[in-house]
């Protein structure tokens, strides 16, 4: 069935478009503002979208622009409905990427024509490029990867994740330290879906809520173990999404994790990257704050590709900064790599704050590493990521970098 979702901030105009559209037998979504509608459009992903323009707080616009920068988004029909004939108007609206417009009032027949046009143009086009181009191809694997998706989260089947852990082993004595945790999808008739596929998808479907708060509870349980089982030092990292971050009880969350588990705060780390901390700063510092507060460690992730401001990191409680793969590799033929990675060792240490390098590939990116006393490395060098038993092996047999 087609789902059409309405953004409309009058009541009567809202219920009005809805008694029709369900008359027609349309599935409907509605939203009283543009933020509403926003969250709607990226969870519920509608067939068609019809926008006021006028709206308090976040407009027409807005709400456009918002949808056209997210791929999952960004091709879903949408059209204009305004009460202002004047020109300038839908004229910004379609130079945006709008549809189409409708002036308000419009009849009945001016309101399904539009829809109807638009649908037959979107399933014409879909037709056309599904078959030419493999970018669209893509897409249709990814919409269908979320359909799968929905499904297995709607039947809590759990069981299809799983996590994976990678060593962070310390530089100096050479033995593992912590490990961040990674996650795997493993559907039945998808086959594994790479996270590179899978998070994004989340992300922009807001999907990454539940299948995050999965991962931590499921990570809690598995340290505890671990610790109980010998190893009482070892520090977990989780990465979070800037959806979780901003989840108002997110904080709560993870103290209930910890207690119910009866974990050392301390064994806990949040990985963060300067684009999820930046999305919404406020927010984010007072959860931050809260979290690190507990006793929970947190760490920046792919530092050194984000926010360029540094001025941010004497605010924000972080234990340790992680230095993205990218400056990494190759770092002993490249001279701008180089200079960049000790810079950021050394400001880190000024700051007390810990310095892991990520994606460690080569002998020759350690020895670098170790020469300028960065305090631990992760990568594939030392070990891939691997699943609970194999990590549990490794932690046994003592495995050693050197
Ligand atoms: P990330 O946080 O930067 O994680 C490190 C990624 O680098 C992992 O990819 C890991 O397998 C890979 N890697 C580690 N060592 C090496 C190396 O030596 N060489 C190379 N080429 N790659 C290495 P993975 O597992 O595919 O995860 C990709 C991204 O997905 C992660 O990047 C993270 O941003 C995200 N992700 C994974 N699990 C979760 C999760 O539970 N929640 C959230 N929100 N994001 C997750
Ligand atoms: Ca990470
Ligand atoms: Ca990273």
Redesign the pocket.
């Known amino acids: 069935m087609t789902k059409i979702l309405i953004i409309e901030d009058e009541e009567l105009v809202r219920e009005n478009i809805l008694d029709l559209l369900e008359a027609e037998d349309f599935d409907t979504l509605a939203a009283a503002n543009g933020r509403i509608g926003l969250q709607l459009a990226f969870s519920e992903f509608p067939d068609l979208i019809l926008c006021d323009l006028m709206m308090p707080d976040l407009d027409g616009y807005g709400v456009l622009t918002a949808l056209r920068e997210k791929p999952i988004t960004a091709t879903i029909p949408f059209i204009f409905l305004t009460a202002r004939s004047a020109r300038a108007d839908f004229r910004q609206g379609m130079d945006l990427g709008a549809d189409d417009y409708l002036t308000k009032p419009f009849t009945r027949d001016e309101l399904l024509s539009a829809i109807a046009s638009r649908l037959a143009k979107q399933a014409t086009l879909a037709k056309q490029v599904y078959t030419k181009f493999d970018a669209q191809t893509l897409s249709r694997e990814v919409q269908m990867i979320e359909i799968y998706l929905r499904r297995t989260l709607e039947q809590r089947d759990f069981q299809q994740f799983q996590?994976?852990y990678?060593p962070i082993v310390d530089i100096h004595s050479g033995q593992i330290i912590a490990a961040?945790?990674?996650?795997?999808w493993q559907h039945p008739e998808l086959g594994s879906v790479?996270?590179?596929k899978?998070?994004p998808l989340?992300?922009a479907t807001g999907l990454?809520v539940p299948?995050?708060e999965w991962?931590l509870k499921n990570v809690c349980k598995q340290t505890k173990l671990w610790h109980d089982g010998g190893f009482p030092e070892l520090r977990i990292a989780?990465?979070?999404?800037a959806h979780?971050l901003i989840q108002p009880d997110f904080s709560q969350k993870i103290l209930k994790f910890l207690l119910a588990n009866n974990l050392v705060p301390g064994s806990l780390e949040l990985?963060l990257?300067e684009s999820m901390i930046m999305h919404d700063i406020n927010t984010v510092i007072v959860t931050m704050k809260e979290v690190h507060s507990f006793g929970v460690k947190i760490a920046i992730?792919?530092f050194g590709t984000g926010y360029s401001s540094l001025s941010y990191l004497k605010e924000l409680p972080i234990d340790t900064l992680?230095i993205?793969?990218y400056f990494?590799?190759d770092i002993t033929n490249d001279s701008q790599k180089a200079a960049i990675t000790t810079a950021l060792i050394q400001m880190a240490h000024n700051l007390n704050l810990d310095i892991v390098a990520?994606?460690?590939?080569t002998e020759q990116e350690l020895d670098f590493l170790r020469q300028y006393s960065c305090d631990a490395v992760?990568?594939?060098?030392f070990s891939?990521?691997l699943p609970v038993a194999e990590f549990e092996n490794i932690l046994l047999a003592n495995k050693r970098l050197y």
Do not use: C, M
């Open positions: 996590v994976y990678q961040e945790s990674l996650l795997r790479s996270p590179a899978l998070i989340a992300e990454i299948i995050g991962v989780v990465n979070l999404s979780q990985e990257t992730d792919d992680k993205d793969r990494i590799q990520e994606g460690v590939e992760q990568g594939f060098l891939q990521p």
